[in-house]
């Protein structure tokens, strides 16, 4: 037999790998569907490119590629007979086939046990070969399949690129046993049990004893009798007492040696008596409170209220009713793709061209967007992931009294891993800013949409900025295109706000005599007067006045120079602290049903208005500078002020020189914007150095009011009228966005150098394949070629760049009457933790999906939305 097998695999030896290093091993999820080991057909993994699928996609992958070995991967899950060990370890017919297998959370439990099995198979007769067969094999076989088999997870091979290991789970959170000592633990006012410490206080899950830790990697103090506690006792686990929230806490587990998940971790605090919701109104003030000594509260928590945690919601199955896991601190991932995936354009290039995209993906479909977004549009339309329980467990599990049917939802890792590649922030496994992800997605959309249906064109539309000169009168009007209207929250318009000062007086009070703060007042925003304060003139801060050529008064006002099919609308309820972390305003909105925007599109020149001159600021040497331009290339002027406060906050000094550089010294908020974005780059803490071409210099007034503009000058000045050639210093700029050269010299060149419609181009128009002769060219030859729009199809509603440039955008305009669609809401202080859930308007109804769950909403918290997603009512 022996022999057999060594003959019968001869053919397909060659195409037989060992996992290398840096090969990523895909054992636990199908590339095209959320396929896995547990799945009823198994998972089949490419035994060259290591990719897996399920059934039914395994034979496209063989007609593609001609790969013919596969091995199956099959684990059989059963519930444990009555009697069971408590705690006992699942059993497994061979130790180490799936070695280091992410398990599906449904099932790692104590109440099932497992049987994984592993064969190989040959197509296309499905010849199969059971594993473990050491001594029948090849050697080279046994040797591939055993690495395989051991590999890690695929995704556990990117935690180097990200800022942040992915915490796992602790092998004693599912068995602890916990002590019935009576200890009950206060929200509030801890101190260790050994010394007098009160800060990095750490509460053992076994015992209940509070301790001090010094060996957490955070830096924070204490004298290590946490660790002590641990070397006496032996008991594994403890949570720090200042993370508790209702979203989860930081556990420790001293036996594994790092920080751990706990699935159980409010189960385990409740036994002490510590109630996570409870914990909310310390999370939320930044204060520690102590509820012996605070009044009770008179109203639910943002967190109660935006989960409809005093409800017993109703779950929903079937199609467009399917959660999505969190993956630890993604819920904001989930809830944008919630919302995007309900919107019928979404569904139809993604859902509706399945087939077709599937048939042309990549040889690699785990990186390439589209297949992604079909995969995860396709598992959350279809509904093979929301099913009702069986009518049979749903009795058996009412006579044993212990009705818990959970909805399982998808698990979106290798979406995430695609979409966050190369990002600092999204990659982590931090929480992140739905609004920054959303733009993310949105981005991502339009760079791969070229030539083909661009879904976020229904976003899309032309904003009118009109400038005013205060001395002159005199105008100029500007568009560009805008995704999303911001609507501020003018605070002093609150209709409480006489109960927003007493609280203010109180809090102050309070915090002067070091007692615990009373309970907070929300302000309640009208929101007319949010749109009211939408439309007001806003200062343009050193504003340049072509008319008096010289620096003036200005203001700028904002409308609609067309409307969307969909209009994103936030709510501008975040700003920065002195630490720069964005808090959030507590406020509640009225946020309409029905929105009528149309008195706030744009009409443009207006009779009687005289516009400002087209021309920029005036281009001078400093009289210090005049005999030795490159010595001021040299020593460019920077705000050095903006520079040490970034270096405060214990940035590299150079990095931060750059940051206020390339930002245009407009503030230290926009250089930490550009810090976040290029920190990872290997030349971010050198030394600044500037282009060596001539570039004649700026006065600094006209680089603090505009750096596009002073750019824009500096092209006037430097580039002859026959010269296409972008400026050198206009690319830097666009480049050290992150831009590709290539491309934004495109941009310029498509806008007459303009830097700021060079900006909006790039987005509109995402960086298409060229030959590297096309891509020379670009970079030496002028050209008047104009670039086409990635929506190539014709569309009567779409309207060009009003300006005549055949390369401007195109935008959908229509009516500005729109209904409510859906909603995204965020609970905690600030978008750096918290949790986020979405409400969607379904079948005439709204739904609420929070995670895995999805449930029928009763009282949708519409007053205390984040993202607002709008669609635009038919003209009739």
Same mark, same amino acid.
């Given at each position: 037999?022996?022999?057999?097998?060594?003959?019968?695999?001869?053919?397909?030896?060659?195409?037989?790998?060992?996992?290398?290093?840096?090969?990523?091993?895909?054992?636990?999820?199908?590339?095209?569907?959320?396929?896995?080991?547990?799945?009823?057909?198994?998972?089949?993994?490419?035994?060259?490119?290591?990719?897996?699928?399920?059934?039914?996609?395994?034979?496209?992958?063989? !007609?593609?590629?001609?790969?013919?070995?596969?091995?199956?991967?099959?684990?059989?899950?059963?519930?444990?007979?009555?009697?069971?060990?408590?705690?006992?370890?699942?059993?497994?017919?061979?130790?180490?086939? $799936?070695?280091?297998?992410?398990?599906?959370?449904?099932?790692?439990?104590?109440?099932?046990?497992?049987?994984?099995?592993?064969?190989?198979?040959? $197509?296309?007769?499905?010849?199969?070969?059971?594993?473990?067969?050491?001594? /029948?094999?090849?050697?080279?076989?046994?040797?591939?399949?055993?690495?395989?088999?051991?590999?890690?997870?695929?995704?556990?091979?990117?935690?180097?690129?990200?800022?942040?290991?992915?915490?796992?789970?602790?092998?004693?959170?599912?068995?602890?046993?916990?002590?019935?000592?009576?200890?009950?633990?206060?929200?509030?006012?801890?101190?260790?049990?050994?010394?007098?410490?009160?800060?990095?206080?750490?509460?053992?899950?076994?015992?209940?004893?509070?301790?001090?830790?010094? #060996?957490?990697?955070?830096?924070?103090?204490?004298?290590?009798?946490?660790?002590?506690?641990?070397?006496?006792?032996?008991?594994?686990?403890?949570?720090?007492?200042?993370?508790?929230?209702?979203?989860?806490?930081?556990?420790?587990?001293?036996?594994?040696?790092?920080?751990?998940?706990?699935?159980?971790?409010?189960?385990?605090?409740?036994?002490?008596?510590?109630?996570?919701?409870?914990?909310?109104?310390?999370?939320?003030?930044?204060?520690?409170?102590?509820?012996?000594?605070?009044?009770? !509260?008179?109203?639910?928590?943002?967190? /109660?209220?935006?989960?409809?945690?005093?409800?017993?919601?109703?779950?929903?199955?079937?199609?467009?009713?399917?959660?999505?896991?969190?993956?630890?601190?993604?819920?904001?991932?989930?809830?944008?793709?919630?919302?995007?995936?309900?919107?019928?354009?979404?569904?139809?290039?993604?859902?509706?061209?399945?087939?077709?995209?599937?048939?042309?993906?990549?040889?690699?479909?785990?990186?390439?967007?589209?297949?992604?977004?079909?995969?995860?549009?396709?598992?959350?339309?279809?509904?093979?992931?929301?099913?009702?329980?069986?009518?049979?467990?749903?009795?058996?599990?009412?006579?044993? *009294?212990?009705?818990?049917?959970?909805?399982?939802?998808?698990?979106?890792?290798?979406?995430?891993?695609?979409?966050?590649?190369?990002?600092?922030?999204?990659?982590?496994?931090?929480?992140?800013? @739905?609004?920054?992800?959303?733009?993310?997605?949105?981005?991502?959309? /339009?760079?791969?949409?070229?030539?083909?249906?661009?879904?976020?064109?229904?976003?899309?539309?032309?904003?009118?900025? !009109?400038?005013?000169?205060?001395?002159?009168?005199?105008?100029?009007?500007?568009?560009?295109?805008?995704?999303?209207?911001?609507?501020?929250?003018?605070?002093?318009?609150?209709?409480?706000?006489?109960?927003?000062?007493?609280?203010?007086?109180?809090?102050?009070?309070?915090?002067?005599?070091?007692?615990?703060?009373?309970?907070?007042?929300?302000?309640?925003?009208?929101?007319?007067?949010? +749109?009211?304060?939408?439309?007001?003139?806003?200062?343009?801060?050193?504003? #340049?006045?072509? @008319?008096?050529?010289?620096?003036?008064?200005?203001?700028?006002?904002?409308? $609609?120079?067309? $409307?969307?099919?969909?209009?994103?609308?936030?709510?501008?309820?975040?700003?920065?602290?002195?630490? #720069?972390?964005?808090?959030?305003?507590?406020?509640?909105?009225?946020?309409?049903?029905?929105?009528?925007?149309?008195?706030?599109?744009?009409?443009? +020149?207006?009779?009687?208005? =005289?516009?400002?001159?087209?021309?920029?600021?005036?281009?001078?040497?400093?009289?210090?500078?005049?005999?030795?331009?490159?010595?001021?290339?040299?020593?460019? *002027?920077?705000?050095?002020?903006?520079?040490?406060?970034?270096?405060?906050?214990?940035?590299?000094?150079?990095?931060?020189?750059?940051?206020?550089?390339?930002?245009?010294?407009?503030?230290? /908020?926009?250089?930490?914007?550009?810090?976040?974005?290029?920190?990872?780059?290997?030349?971010?803490?050198?030394?600044?150095?500037?282009?060596?071409?001539?570039?004649?210099?700026?006065?600094?007034?006209?680089?603090?009011?505009?750096?596009? @503009?002073?750019?824009?000058?500096?092209?006037?000045?430097?580039?002859?009228?026959?010269?296409?050639?972008?400026?050198?210093?206009?690319?830097?700029?666009?480049?050290?966005?992150?831009?590709?050269?290539?491309?934004?010299?495109?941009?310029?060149?498509?806008?007459?150098?303009?830097?700021?419609?060079?900006?909006?181009?790039?987005?509109?128009?995402?960086?298409?394949?060229?030959?590297?002769?096309?891509?020379?060219?670009?970079?030496?030859?002028?050209?008047?070629?104009?670039?086409?729009?990635?929506?190539?199809?014709?569309?009567?509603?779409?309207?060009?760049?009003?300006?005549?440039?055949?390369?401007?955008?195109?935008?959908?305009?229509?009516?500005?009457?729109? =209904?409510?669609?859906?909603?995204?809401?965020?609970?905690?202080?600030?978008?750096?933790?918290?949790?986020?859930?979405?409400?969607?308007?379904?079948?005439?109804? #709204?739904?609420?999906?929070?995670?895995?769950?999805?449930?029928?909403?009763?009282?949708?918290?519409?007053?205390?939305?984040?993202?607002?997603?709008?669609?635009?009512?038919?003209?009739?």
């Amino acid at each position: 037999m022996a022999a057999d097998l060594g003959e019968l695999l001869v053919p397909f030896m060659p195409t037989i790998r060992v996992p290398k290093t840096g090969d990523r091993v895909f054992k636990s999820e199908c590339a095209f569907s959320y396929d896995s080991p547990e799945s009823e057909g198994g998972l089949y993994v490419c035994m060259n490119t290591f990719l897996g699928f399920g059934r039914e996609h395994v034979e496209r992958h063989y !007609r593609k590629t001609g790969q013919s070995v596969y091995m199956h991967l099959k684990r059989h899950v059963k519930e444990k007979k009555t009697g069971a060990t408590s705690g006992a370890f699942p059993k497994r017919r061979n130790g180490k086939v $799936f070695l280091d297998l992410e398990l599906n959370r449904d099932f790692n439990s104590e109440d099932y046990d497992f049987e994984d099995e592993a064969k190989l198979v040959i $197509f296309p007769d499905h010849f199969e070969i059971a594993l473990p067969n050491i001594e /029948e094999l090849p050697a080279l076989v046994t040797i591939a399949c055993d690495a395989v088999l051991n590999s890690p997870s695929a995704y556990k091979k990117q935690e180097p690129e990200s800022w942040e290991e992915d915490i796992q789970e602790s092998r004693h959170s599912r068995s602890l046993r916990q002590q019935d000592n009576g200890v009950r633990i206060r929200p509030s006012g801890w101190k260790c049990q050994k010394c007098e410490m009160r800060e990095n206080l750490w509460l053992n899950l076994t015992d209940g004893a509070v301790l001090c830790g010094k #060996w957490f990697f955070d830096g924070a103090g204490g004298n290590g009798h946490a660790l002590d506690h641990y070397k006496d006792t032996n008991f594994p686990l403890a949570v720090k007492l200042e993370t508790i929230t209702p979203d989860g806490a930081d556990v420790y587990s001293f036996e594994e040696e790092e920080a751990v998940l706990d699935p159980n971790i409010s189960e385990h605090l409740s036994h002490f008596g510590i109630d996570m919701l409870q914990m909310q109104q310390r999370t939320e003030n930044g204060h520690d409170t102590d509820n012996n000594n605070s009044p009770p !509260r008179s109203r639910p928590s943002e967190w /109660e209220v935006i989960q409809e945690s005093g409800s017993k919601l109703k779950s929903v199955y079937g199609s467009g009713y399917t959660g999505v896991k969190n993956l630890g601190n993604s819920c904001y991932l989930g809830c944008v793709m919630q919302v995007l995936f309900s919107i019928p354009e979404f569904q139809r290039m993604y859902v509706g061209n399945l087939q077709r995209i599937y048939d042309y993906s990549p040889l690699d479909p785990s990186q390439d967007f589209a297949t992604q977004m079909a995969k995860l549009g396709y598992g959350l339309l279809s509904g093979q992931f929301s099913k009702p329980p069986m009518k049979s467990e749903l009795i058996e599990q009412v006579m044993k *009294e212990e009705y818990k049917h959970q909805q399982k939802g998808l698990s979106p890792k290798m979406f995430k891993a695609l979409v966050s590649k190369g990002h600092p922030e999204f990659s982590s496994s931090r929480q992140q800013d @739905a609004h920054e992800f959303l733009q993310h997605v949105i981005t991502l959309v /339009e760079r791969n949409s070229g030539g083909s249906e661009n879904p976020s064109d229904i976003f899309r539309f032309l904003k009118e900025e !009109r400038v005013q000169c205060c001395q002159t009168r005199r105008v100029r009007y500007n568009q560009r295109v805008d995704y999303l209207m911001q609507l501020p929250v003018p605070i002093e318009a609150a209709t409480n706000r006489e109960e927003l000062l007493a609280y203010e007086a109180k809090r102050r009070e309070a915090e002067e005599n070091q007692r615990a703060p009373p309970e907070p007042v929300r302000a309640r925003v009208p929101f007319t007067a949010c +749109l009211q304060a939408f439309t007001e003139p806003d200062n343009v801060p050193d504003f #340049w006045s072509s @008319a008096l050529q010289a620096k003036s008064a200005g203001v700028k006002t904002s409308r $609609f120079s067309s $409307f969307p099919e969909y209009l994103i609308l936030q709510i501008k309820k975040f700003t920065f602290g002195v630490d #720069w972390i964005p808090k959030k305003l507590d406020l509640s909105v009225d946020v309409p049903d029905f929105l009528d925007l149309n008195r706030f599109r744009a009409t443009g +020149l207006q009779a009687g208005e =005289e516009e400002l001159p087209n021309l920029s600021p005036p281009i001078v040497l400093p009289e210090d500078t005049r005999d030795n331009s490159m010595s001021s290339l040299d020593s460019p *002027e920077i705000d050095e002020a903006a520079v040490m406060q970034l270096a405060e906050m214990g940035f590299p000094l150079e990095g931060c020189r750059k940051a206020v550089y390339y930002t245009g010294n407009m503030g230290p /908020e926009m250089a930490f914007n550009w810090i976040i974005a290029h920190m990872e780059e290997p030349d971010f803490a050198e030394p600044l150095s500037l282009p060596s071409s001539t570039i004649e210099l700026l006065p600094s007034s006209a680089s603090e009011a505009d750096p596009f @503009a002073a750019a824009a000058a500096a092209t006037a000045a430097t580039a002859s009228p026959l010269d296409n050639s972008p400026p050198e210093e206009s690319v830097a700029i666009l480049t050290s966005m992150g831009f590709p050269r290539s491309h934004t010299i495109q941009a310029l060149r498509a806008t007459n150098n303009n830097l700021e419609r060079a900006l909006d181009w790039i987005f509109t128009h995402p960086e298409e394949e060229q030959s590297d002769a096309l891509s020379d060219m670009a970079d030496t030859e002028p050209t008047n070629q104009a670039f086409s729009s990635p929506n190539s199809q014709s569309d009567p509603t779409l309207s060009p760049d009003p300006e005549g440039d055949a390369a401007g955008p195109r935008v959908k305009d229509g009516p500005g009457r729109y =209904e409510l669609l859906a909603f995204i809401s965020h609970m905690g202080a600030s978008t750096m933790s918290g949790h986020y859930v979405c409400h969607i308007k379904k079948e005439g109804r #709204w739904v609420i999906y929070n995670d895995h769950k999805v449930s029928l909403s009763e009282r949708p918290p519409k007053e205390l939305g984040y993202i607002y997603f709008y669609r635009r009512l038919s003209s009739s």
